[in-house]
């Protein structure tokens, strides 16, 4: 057991960086770039934490992790503990450890990144989560007896999967229904292998398997069964649709229809979950990356996920273009880095006219216009202005579109009742996240538009706690 050191000690220690891949290696492969801590470098970024008595790290955290007492234990060398206490907020750590923009949530909010590197927080998550795996030994918290009451998840994205494990530990009988073959949605579907190895997410889903917590793929909801059919029919006694914003959106450009034109969700979803990535074992054709110049427009975490996953698949080149300057892009600072290091070219504060193609319909370019930022908009980010005459050709094959989703209706239009608002999304109550139907909950994208990993799955846990409180005493409260 590691004594604590004295706080002036502790701020003396550096941030402990994490080990990757180096950068033109991992540009032409799929392994994950991040290569994880080992024990004592976990053990002495955790001697780093001041231990405060209100941590504001936890605050910060949408699901809650009790973040000081998991790094104590990992200081004091007791990881399986701390994978335990982990998994009592956190039903997929290895997940989380991977993919959650800490830097604005629970590190963001770290005290000693008022003077210092804030402490690793993402990072001893994922060594923890890590460990435990590898041993084999993981610490699943005991679910409370049989209520005897059946609750059906749609989606079985972080949302869904996070309500559902805590319903399970509050003892309901839970389904979770996937309307893809293959569980995990945004995290099989959305994410890179090189950001998040499937199989990490296939464990943590199989972990939750071992809690109780029943699966059924294939499932699509509102079309094979609807959300009146699961109540009166199937006797769910309550449905939490976590469906996702999993509707592409397009620019509406000239050129569009071109080939060699994908949408982000479609260029993602072949090439991770129908594996595009390895043709060697799996016939899932991607319009050719290999030798080809890939432009993708977008500057979120998708487009960074797209043109790092077109240079793998062999692009002679690969850029982004994106209509405001670095400082504004929304994609986490780490995922700017890897791309950069990676061979990326960043065309900044530049926005696409059209696409231009050849006599057999195939991408050639794509005209931009150059840019300058004037006063913020509505999001309060400085509002891009075209510069007249500005007007330039990139040569490209290949253009991948990400630029954000919408909302897919198919659950909404098979249930009247649930009422949306004029983008298509389901409206529900902030608090509980009570749709307009009885019974009949919603949350993460579905209700707030594209956010993050951790965003949703907090949603999920305010889903559970409210259809938890709804099946214990069976108040609906009406409108007045």
């Known amino acids: ?83 335990a206490k982990l998994r009592e907020d956190n039903v997929l750590p290895a997940v989380t450890g991977r993919v959650c923009p800490q830097e604005n949530q629970c590190e963001g909010a770290c005290i000693l990144g008022k003077r210092f590197a804030p402490l690793a927080i993402g990072h001893i998550e994922r060594f923890v989560a890590d460990y435990e795996r590898a041993t084999g030994e993981i610490g699943l918290p005991e679910p409370a007896s049989p209520t005897g009451k059946k609750v059906a998840v749609v989606g079985s994205g972080p949302a869904g999967l996070s309500c559902a494990g805590d319903l399970t530990l509050k003892g309901h009988e839970v389904t979770v229904m996937e309307a893809l073959h293959e569980l995990g949605g945004v995290l099989v579907y959305g994410i890179p292998e090189f950001r ?3 199989e990490i997410v296939r464990n943590e889903i199989e972990n939750m398997r071992k809690m109780g917590v029943n699966f059924e793929t294939n499932v699509v909801v509102g079309k094979s069964v609807t959300i009146d059919q699961l109540m009166n029919d199937e006797g769910y006694d309550a449905v939490f649709i976590a469906t996702g914003a999993g509707l592409p959106k397009f620019l509406n450009l000239p050129g569009e229809h071109l080939g060699g034109v994908y949408s982000a969700n479609e260029f993602l979803t072949r090439v991770n979950l129908m594996k ?23 500057g979120g975490n998708t487009a960074m996920d797209a043109v790092r996953s077109a240079l793998r698949l062999g692009a002679k080149s690969a850029s982004i273009i994106y209509r405001r300057g670095e400082a504004e892009m929304p994609a986490r600072k780490e995922e700017q880095h890897h791309a950069r290091d990676e061979g990326v070219t960043f065309l900044t504060m530049h926005n696409p006219l059209q696409f231009l193609g050849n006599d057999q319909g195939l991408l050639t370019g794509v005209e931009v216009q150059q840019m300058e930022l004037g006063e913020p ?11 007249a005459g500005s007007e330039k050709v990139v040569p490209a094959s290949v253009a991948i579109v990400a630029v954000g989703t919408g ?29 307009s139907k009885r ?23 305010t889903a559970a706690a409210s259809i938890h409180e709804y099946l214990t005493t069976g108040d609906w409260p009406t409108a007045e």
């Open 1 to 83: 057991m590691a004594d604590k050191l004295p706080p002036k000690q502790r701020t003396k220690i550096p941030r402990q960086a994490m080990p990757e891949q180096p950068a033109l290696e991992r540009a032409r492969n799929f392994a994950e770039v991040n290569l994880g801590l080992d024990a004592a470098v976990a053990e002495k970024e955790a001697q780093r934490c001041l231990t405060c008595a209100d941590p504001k790290c936890s605050h910060g955290c949408p699901v809650g992790v009790q973040v000081r007492e998991v790094v104590d234990l990992v200081r004091d060398g007791d990881y399986l503990r701390a994978a």
């Open 196 to 198: 998040l190895p499937k």
């Open 276 to 298: 595009a990535y390895d043709p060697e074992h799996y016939d899932s054709p991607v319009y050719t990356c290999r030798d080809a110049d890939v432009v993708v427009i977008g």
């Open 377 to 387: 908009d509505g999001s309060g980010r400085a509002r891009p202005i075209p510069i």
């Open 407 to 435: 909302a897919n209706p198919l659950v909404q239009s098979s249930t009247p009742e649930i009422n949306t608002n004029k983008w298509g999304y389901i409206q529900a109550d902030d608090d509980n996240l009570r749709t």
């Open 439 to 461: 019974g009949v909950f919603a949350g993460g994208d579905i209700v707030s538009g594209a956010a993050t990993v951790i965003l949703a799955m907090g949603a999920g846990r």
